[in-house]
């Protein structure tokens, strides 16, 4: 199908179909006639429906032309024959020999053996596959777009039809380990941390259709007008309550509120209603048809772009028939919410201090629901499989977004360890922020400094909650993930400099663009890599796009006018990239003077050692640096050549094993010998026994969550440094394949605070 061409169904096939489905007959009846009105008008021999059954199986449910013996007989699993290959891909086929497709198999007790031209599409609704719809001829045919964009328009009312309850009960089409009220554990990816515990709400923001055809076009259009009118003033309110999220949030709303005005969208849903649908009708298949293209597409950012329009879509038809929002009332106090996935705006929609998580079927940590939910502080789990089908409304759920597990209607036992954890984490925070203002300095007196890794302009609210000393590690990038263009000099300096004055003084590590990889910019094509860890990401891509690193690097230096300016260049593999990112900072605070802008009052500039190749130019390197952070997390993965996502190896491997700690105390002897200073910013530095032994090592600055902040210092006042030194120093030459379990051993036996 042609995007944005009018679908040219005839308004005969649309009054006909509209008059059975207001027939007083049984949902099997209506879908047969159903066939014998679709055979007629599309001049075809056989017209059939199949439907989709519990575990993948497709059922013929109705036919005009094969024999009526095979009906709720023939049956093919998703995959399996031309009708299983159309419900696995979502997709129309168009064949003019159905015989020479691959996927191509008889069964003879349908007769079709006959026949040899085939056309199917699917039955979609709510982004799922309910079934497939296929009309066939003895000769081959090739049918027309317009054909098959009149077949999709058919689909879509028999979708309605099928997934209303009327013909299968939703019972028969569940997985049969979900449909029983017994305790159910679902696993999924942690987007954002925290344990929510309260009662399920679905989100189905789909609207039940029931007016497919439209009397007079003109009227439809109207209506959509109106419709369109309410939407963008609902939305600009959204905008003007929202005021209380940062600018990074708002960037995200504002990106949302530009899709309602998208011309091409806007444009083929007003032709949809020219062939005769009405425009929530329209709506629908203009949505239904984006939502089957995109199914394909593998880039993280266009597939959660999908998702904004799917909001969108429910919301115009939402003001379309006249839904009303969710009141208070009909909130629990403790909600869950679970969705499929949901637009940013559809997530606000809901009174945010009743929610306690979020349960997503898809999702990612950069879509842009899941950015808004870690700015409400709303533990997100996402890719729980099948959740909206096994979670009933009202259900008992905790939700635990520290290790991406959802429990449904949990045991008393289940859900007592969860409150009990719960009040130990809340007692556990009382001590630590009893310790906020507390120097983080051992027994026997030595000061480390303990900073803060952040994103976002709400993770610098948390320097004063817990008593950092600074932020360590600035991840810039995040800014322009949320954004749907690259930010101009002016944006960049406006972010900096609030980030600057949310710091009240102290000081800011800020990491140059750490894009590409896993972290795709929706501006900008990846092109997908195998390794993407260890592909065109970072210094890589900054150095090849240099006006990228140079419009930040200026934004920077004006941000911080009269302040010190702290900049880290990351993934730096060798010297020579290093010295060629420094001609450009060098470059630009030139252009600034020479432009008379107030310089910052000094510049520091370090580098990120997460490729192991750096090590063998330290000394070199050193030479040109004022400080030096380790990124743990990568140099981790690439020592040990292990891939931290994969869960069949990522925990083969230990930071506490001899050769990292070796390598960790290679770079301190390094700096300490050129008075370079030394920080780790990965996750290694924000886990209590992990510290201990960096601060052991010679550590002496480390930056981590905030989170781990009060647990880390209460490690550090409970440690006897110099008992841990004389430890160390025996076990690193070992052959052990982690030093965890002695090290953890050492702690007990000493009473330090883990």
């Known amino acids: 199908m042609i995007p944005g061409r009018s679908a040219l169904a005839p308004k005969g096939i649309l009054s006909r179909l509209r008059s059975v489905m207001a027939a007083d007959a049984t949902a099997e009846t209506r879908l047969q006639l159903v066939t014998n009105i679709v055979a007629t008008d599309m001049v075809a021999e056989v017209c059939s429906i199949y439907i989709m059954r519990a575990g993948e199986v497709l059922e013929l449910f109705a036919t005009k032309g094969l024999k009526l013996d095979a009906v709720h007989l023939t049956r093919l699993r998703v995959g399996e024959g031309v009708v299983g290959a159309i419900a696995a891909s979502g997709r129309p086929m168009n064949l003019s020999e159905a015989k020479d497709h691959p996927s191509y198999v008889y069964r003879p007790e349908t007769g079709e053996e006959d026949y040899h031209s085939m056309m199917g599409v699917p039955l979609l609704r709510m982004g799922r596959v309910l079934g497939v719809l296929v009309i066939q001829n003895k000769t081959q045919r090739h049918y027309t777009e317009e054909e098959v964009e009149t077949l999709q328009t058919v689909a879509m009312i028999i979708g309605e039809l099928v997934g209303s309850g009327e013909l299968i009960k939703k019972e028969e089409t569940l997985p049969t380990d979900g449909i029983a009220m017994l305790p159910l ?3 999924g990816s942690a987007l954002n941390a925290g344990i929510g515990m309260g009662d399920a709400i679905l989100h189905e923001a789909r609207v039940v259709i029931t007016r497919f055809v439209a009397e007079d076009p003109e009227t439809e259009l109207e209506r959509l007008r109106n419709a369109l009118s309410e939407m963008h003033g609902a939305l600009d309110d959204m905008l003007q309550s929202s005021e209380s999220l940062d600018d990074e949030h708002r960037d995200i709303l504002e990106t949302y509120r530009m899709f309602a005005e998208d011309a091409g969208w806007l444009g083929r849903i007003r032709e949809a209603i020219k062939t005769g649908l009405t425009a929530e009708a329209a709506v629908q298949k203009v949505h239904d048809d984006t939502e089957a293209r995109m199914a394909q597409v593998q880039d993280p950012y266009l597939r959660e772009r999908v998702n904004d329009l799917q909001d969108l879509a429910n919301r115009l038809l939402q003001h379309l028939v006249g839904v009303e929002k969710l ?47 870690r700015a409400l502080d709303i533990p997100v789990v996402g890719q729980v499989k099948s959740a909206l089908s096994r979670i009933e409304a009202g259900d008992p759920i905790v939700v635990d977004g520290n290790n991406g597990q959802i429990f449904i209607r949990p045991g008393e036992d289940v859900l007592s360890a969860f409150k009990n954890n719960v ?57 322009f993930m949320a954004r749907s263009d690259i930010p101009g000099v002016e944006a960049q300096v406006s972010l900096y400099q609030k980030i600057m004055d949310e710091a009240g003084g102290k000081p800011v590590v800020f990491r140059t663009l ?36 140079r419009q930040q690097l200026r934004g920077l230096i004006r941000a911080c006018g009269g302040r010190e300016l702290n900049v880290m260049f990351p993934m730096v593999a060798e010297v020579a990239e290093f010295v060629q990112a420094r001609r450009l900072l060098d470059m630009e605070i030139e252009r600034e003077s020479i432009k ?34 380790v990124g743990s997390n990568d140099l981790f993965q690439f020592l040990y050549a292990v891939d931290r996502g994969n869960p069949r190896i990522s925990g083969r491997y230990d930071t506490l094993s001899p050769p990292m700690l070796n390598a960790l105390k290679t770079v301190v002897d390094k700096c300490n010998k050129a008075d370079v200073t030394l920080s780790l910013c990965g996750e290694m530095g924000g886990r209590p026994l992990d510290a201990m032994v960096l601060v052991g090592l010679g550590f002496r600055k480390l930056s981590m969550s905030a989170s781990s902040v009060g647990p880390v210092k209460m490690m550090i006042r409970s440690l006897t440094l110099s008992q841990l030194e004389n430890f160390l120093h025996k076990q690193v030459g070992t052959s052990h394949h982690s030093l965890r379990p002695v090290l953890r051993q050492f702690a007990k036996d000493r009473d330090i605070a883990l």
């Not at 520091?604 to 090590?615: D, F, I, K, Q």
């Open 185 to 187: 554990r679902l696993e």
């Open 514 to 549: 750490d894009a590409g990889g896993d972290k795709v910019l929706p501006y900008w094509n990846n092109h997908g890599e195998e390794n993407p860890a260890m592909g065109w990401r970072a210094i890589r891509v900054t150095l090849d796009r240099p006006y990228l690193l």
């Open 423 to 479: 009040k130990a984490r809340i007692r556990q925070r009382e001590v630590y922020a009893a310790l906020r203002d507390k120097p983080a300095v051992t027994k026997d007196g030595v000061v480390v400094s303990l900073n803060v890794n952040a994103g976002l302009l709400v993770d610098l609210e948390h320097l004063k909650e817990v008593g950092a000393d600074g932020v360590g590690l600035y991840r810039t990038e995040i800014p």
């Open 596 to 629: 008379g802008h107030r310089l910052p009052s000094r510049v520091n500039v370090g580098v990120m050692l997460e490729v192991p190749s750096l090590m063998f130019q330290l000394d070199s390197l050193l030479e040109k640096i004022d400080f030096l952070s």
């Open 327 to 373: 009141s208070p009332e009909d909130i629990p106090e403790h909600a869950v919410l679970v969705a499929k996935n949901m637009g940013p705006a559809e997530l606000l929609d809901y009174d945010r201090t009743r929610l306690r998580a979020l349960v997503l079927e898809e999702g990612s940590a950069t879509s842009h629901v899941a950015i808004i939910a």
